[in-house]
């Protein structure tokens, strides 16, 4: 089977002919099952969200797959296997909410808690750019590890805690916090339950991340479908809308994490086959990448910014060097005023 991505087809030109890529404003663009253009026109297929939308009942969703960005963030670190896991799916969290938002500049996932793993930071700034770290104790992760096996459930991973999701669009804006208590098994289900609970939109998040190929690169997956009502309304009835609501659920949760990560697998096919009978809408996509936003400019401000008696701790033969979280880079300051030496 072929399919292409084509405009919606009215009843007019129902027979599918005249399928294009070129879409109207707003409008997207729809699957129809149609044998004149491959998919595969769709030149990126990783690091990339995917928005899209099921009609008619007004369900936003988008799809978010990475390669080569979680690749280089997590091998950045030299993180254990279910640290780098846990990373990488809060790494695909973060782009799957970010790109449900309007802002201007970062947007911070972060968790905090008692586990193993006691902190996961990971941001996407408006432009694409992500980054992220994790702070963990080995020894309580190696007894985890030992009872859990290789993939430790959220509670046993990262224990108690609280999950927060933070938008500072810079000076002289107001920050915007959401912040909401560690509740599930995976981090999906702890963000669906902050959805509940914060912003009381119904939402459901399926995350993957996987190692795939010769190499065992790292990949991630996710899809989030949420319930937006529609200006205007619904243009059904309300127990299609709960019908269509349930239905996209169980579709959506027959995705396999196999899949959600499949290099083979374009997300457009992979829309088309998790909803192609309800309709789907697939809208520009936004690209990903792997990028700090540290510098020696940066570090230097900080530092000058730090009590005197602090910085002298450490100073070691003269130099002071800085490693940034994120991604592992060395900085290296001299003297009083903290030239730069050099980053490693
Ligand atoms: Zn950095």
């Known amino acids: 089977m ?3 991505a084509t405009e919606r087809p009215s009843p007019s030109h129902a027979s599918g002919v005249g399928p294009s890529l070129s879409r109207n404003a707003g409008e997207g663009l729809y699957f129809a099952e149609c044998p004149i253009l491959p998919i595969e026109s769709d030149p990126r297929s990783d690091d990339l969200v995917q928005p899209f939308q099921i009609d008619p009942f007004a369900l936003r969703g988008r799809l978010v797959r990475l390669g080569p960005t ?4 997590l091998s950045q670190h030299d993180y254990p296997e279910p640290v780098a896991a846990i990373l990488g799916e809060a790494i695909v969290l973060a782009v799957l909410l970010a790109g449900a938002l309007k802002y201007d500049g970062i947007f911070t996932l972060q968790t905090k808690s008692d586990g193993p793993v006691r902190l996961i ?3 996407v700034s408006t432009e694409g750019a992500v980054r992220g770290y994790a702070q963990y104790d080995r020894d309580r992760l190696d007894q985890v590890s030992a009872q859990a096996g290789s993939s430790p459930s959220v509670p046993e991973l990262i224990g108690s805690g609280y999950i927060a999701f933070t938008v500072d669009q810079g000076e002289h804006t107001e920050r915007y916090q959401g912040i909401v208590e560690l509740i599930g098994a995976t981090l999906a289900e702890c963000a ?3 959805f509940r609970q914060s912003e009381q939109i119904q939402a459901g998040i399926k995350l993957s ?3 795939s190929g010769d190499n065992g690169a790292w990949r991630g997956g996710g899809l989030m479908l949420q319930r937006v009502p529609p200006e205007g309304g619904y243009t059904v009835i309300a127990d299609d809308v709960e019908d269509g609501w349930r239905r996209a659920m169980v579709l959506m949760s027959s995705a ?7 290099p083979e697998l374009s997300p457009h096919r992979l829309l088309f086959r998790l909803f192609h009978d309800e309709g789907v809408r697939v809208y520009p996509t936004h690209p990903i990448e792997a990028r700090c936003r540290c510098s020696s400019e940066r570090i230097g401000r900080i530092l000058r910014s730090f009590p005197a008696d602090d910085i002298e701790e450490l100073r070691k033969d003269k130099v002071i060097s ?11 300051f001299a003297g009083e005023d903290f030239a730069p030496l050099a980053s490693a």
């Open 2 to 4: 072929r399919v292409v």
């Open 70 to 73: 979680v690749d280089r963030i």
């Open 121 to 123: 930071v990971a941001d």
């Open 192 to 194: 669906q339950h902050y």
């Open 209 to 211: 991340v996987a190692r």
């Open 256 to 262: 396999t994490p196999a899949e959600l990560v499949d």
């Open 322 to 332: 800085v490693t940034c979280e994120f991604c592992n880079t060395r900085y290296e």
